[in-house]
C-alpha cells in the first residue's frame, strides 16, 4: 500500500507561499495524488490532482518529480482562511476497487496574521 | 446545483439501538463512498457504491455494518447494534466518473454519537 507521510503540522504568515510535502514511497504505476482541504466539522475539499511533473490552478500548484515518491503542495500567498487540514492522497479507483482511498493524518496548516 | 447531502447531520444513539445514515450524491453522479473520520484523526475508507452495487466494501467491518445504493434514493449506511466505538463523523463522497480519478465531492458528514 502507497503510505503517505505529511508533516503534523505548520506554521505560517500571511501572504507567505506555504509548501507540504509528502511522501509516497511505494506509489503505484497507475496511482493519482490528490491534495484535498478539510476545515473543522466540515468535509474534506478537493484542491488538486497530479500523475507526474506539474499541475497548477486557479488556487494551488502541484510538484511531483520524476520518480512520484513525494509531492509537493504549494499554496501561494496564503490568507487566515487557509488555516485547515491538508490530505495527500494516493491511490486509484477503478471498476472494481476504491484501492487505497485512506487519508493520512495530515497536516494542519496555521496561518498567522 | 446542490452539493452531496448527508442527514441527519449529528445522530445520538445508545449502545445497541441502529443507526441509519443517509446520503445524496450530487446531480449526475453515480458513484458514492464511505468514511469515517475519528477525531484527530484523517478519514478511513469503508466503501465503495455504484447504483444497485457494491463495488468495494474492503474497508468496512464484517460484522454490523452494511451499505447499499439503491436504484432510487439516497445510498444508506447501516450500523446495528452500535458500541461507543461506533461514535465518529462518517462522511459520504460522490464522484461521476471512474477509472484513477480521485476528486471526489464530500458531503458535511454525520456525527455520531453512541452513549
Known amino acids: 500500500l502507497a503510505k503517505t507521510t505529511q508533516p503534523i503540522s505548520m506554521d505560517s504568515y500571511e501572504g507567505q507561499e506555504v509548501n507540504i510535502t509528502c511522501s509516497h514511497n511505494?506509489?503505484?504505476?497507475?496511482?493519482?495524488i490528490t491534495w484535498y482541504q478539510q476545515f473543522p466539522s466540515q468535509g474534506p475539499r478537493f484542491i488538486i490532482q497530479g500523475y507526474k511533473t506539474k499541475v497548477t490552478n486557479e488556487v494551488a500548484s502541484l510538484f511531483i518529480p520524476a520518480d512520484r515518491k513525494s509531492s509537493t503542495l504549494s499554496l501561494p500567498r496564503v490568507s487566515l482562511s487557509d488555516t485547515a487540514v491538508y490530505y495527500c492522497?494516493?491511490?486509484?479507483?477503478?471498476?472494481?476497487?476504491?484501492?487505497?482511498?485512506?487519508f493520512g493524518s495530515g497536516t494542519q496548516l496555521t496561518v498567522l496574521p | 446545483n446542490a452539493g452531496v447531502m448527508q442527514n441527519p447531520r449529528h445522530l445520538v444513539r445508545r449502545r445497541g439501538q441502529e443507526a441509519r445514515l443517509r446520503c445524496s450524491p450530487m446531480?449526475?453522479?453515480?458513484?458514492v463512498y464511505w468514511y469515517r473520520q475519528l477525531p484527530e484523526e484523517g478519514l478511513k475508507f469503508m466503501v465503495y457504491?455504484?447504483?444497485?452495487?457494491?463495488?468495494?466494501e474492503s474497508g468496512m467491518p464484517k460484522e454490523r455494518f452494511s451499505a447499499e445504493f439503491p436504484k432510487e434514493g439516497p445510498s444508506i449506511l447501516r450500523i446495528q447494534q452500535v458500541v461507543r466505538g461506533d461514535s465518529a463523523a462518517y462522511f459520504c463522497?460522490?464522484?461521476?466518473?471512474?477509472?484513477?480519478?480521485?476528486?471526489?465531492?464530500f458531503g458535511p458528514g454525520t456525527r455520531l454519537t453512541v452513549l
Open positions: 457504491l455504484q447504483k444497485e452495487n457494491i463495488i468495494d
Open positions: 511505494n506509489i503505484a504505476t497507475n496511482d493519482y
Open positions: 463522497a460522490s464522484s461521476p466518473m471512474v477509472a484513477s480519478y480521485n476528486e471526489q465531492f
Open positions: 446531480k449526475g453522479h453515480s458513484h
Open positions: 492522497l494516493v491511490g486509484a479507483v477503478s471498476s472494481g476497487s476504491a484501492r487505497q482511498l485512506t
